[in-house]
């Protein structure tokens, strides 16, 4: 039944009343909403032993892998280097990003609790954000270092100097803590409606926009100048760095130096395209609404198996790495 307001007179007692009543449904439906539910991985309740098992194993390997790489690095006066600078970096960023998300996952799979509340998922969005930002920023910072030893290799030490070094990495952690903190303030003054179920294994930015009843606008445009900041021009910086390591690459006439020029840059171009990837299939490729499982797959991509595989890649593709852990390790019986 249409409802149509007199022409001589304002709207009748019962359309004010329908008008407060729906505010008052949406207002309390704002404010029933102090914790969420996160469905976590689709997968089987019979398999939850095994994926819990497997996702351990994975963390586990992700926090000694990387805690290694660590170790490596400040045991040994031959990787005091920017390139290894950066890298014990990243070691440490891809611990605490995957500390973020994965041993809540555990513990809801080992619970069967999958409630958060709003004190937890604020603190795991700002810690997202910051440490998803800071890897962007350190691969891109590794990439100059990659651009520098290539195509200006009698400048490197001139140029690649400790202050650099330290600024790059500083201002990696301002720039991303006041991009997490934007983030994160916008979200905290948001109102959410009575759905609180996140078809997701942690608090993904765009799962909570689509569960509030506010204005997001502020949110899309803080979404897409930060994008713009963090993520795309620190992409457009390494795109255009391996550009010139490529030109510079094609002007060697030795076979052997190409080689050696490619396997200088292998590693960080093998974990750019890994890392990347996932970004790129998860926000940058549009996805249906029935595309959440892939989405949870993107996610685990980057949140889980690119950490977990950086250490790998480091190792394997690195000839004085591998030096380095034969020697830990036929060291570490004689010293017991």
């Not at 603190?123 to 030893?149: E, G, H, K, P």
């Not at 905290?188 to 294994?201: G, M, Q, V």
């Not at 760095?241 to 840059?265: D, E, F, N, P």
């Amino acid at each position: 039944m249409n409802y149509e307001p007199k022409a001589e007179g304002p709207p009748t007692g019962s359309g004010l009343l329908n008008s407060k009543e729906k505010n008052n449904m949406r207002r309390e439906n704002q404010s029933t909403v102090s914790e969420f539910i996160l469905l976590g991985l689709p997968i089987q309740p019979e398999d939850q032993g095994t994926y819990y098992a497997l996702f351990l194993a994975m963390y586990l390997t992700i926090v000694l892998g990387n805690l290694l790489i660590i170790l490596l690095i400040r045991l040994n006066s031959r990787f005091h280097t920017p390139m290894y600078f950066f890298l014990s970096n990243l070691a440490f960023m891809d611990i605490s990003f995957s500390s973020v998300t994965v041993p809540k996952m555990l513990r809801n799979m080992q619970t069967q609790d999958p409630y958060i509340p709003s004190a937890y998922w604020i603190s795991q969005m700002y810690f997202f954000i910051l440490f998803t930002d800071l890897d962007n920023f350190l691969l891109t910072s590794m990439a100059y270092d990659r651009y520098v030893t290539i195509c200006h290799p009698l400048h490197y030490t001139t140029i690649m100097r400790e202050e650099l070094c330290i600024s790059l990495v500083a201002i990696s952690w301002i720039v991303s803590c006041v991009s997490a903190l934007s983030h994160t303030l916008l979200l905290a003054w948001l109102s959410f409606c009575a759905n609180n179920t996140i078809p997701h294994f942690f608090c993904d930015l765009n799962a909570l926009l689509q569960l509030s009843c506010s204005d997001i606008s502020p949110n899309e445009l803080v979404i897409f100048t930060a994008g713009m900041a963090v993520i795309t021009l620190p992409l457009i910086c390494i795109l255009i760095s391996y550009g010139r390591i490529g030109t510079t690459i094609l002007k060697i006439s030795s076979i052997k130096g190409i080689c050696k020029a490619l396997s200088t840059c292998g590693s960080h171009l093998s974990v750019v395209s890994l890392y990347y990837g996932a970004i790129t299939g998860l926000y940058l490729i549009p996805s249906s609404s029935s595309s959440s499982d892939k989405d949870i797959a993107a996610s685990v991509m980057y949140t889980v198996v690119t950490p977990l595989m950086n250490p790998f890649i480091y190792s394997i593709r690195n000839q004085d790495v591998k030096e380095a852990l034969k020697k830990l390790f036929n060291r570490a019986p004689i010293s017991t």
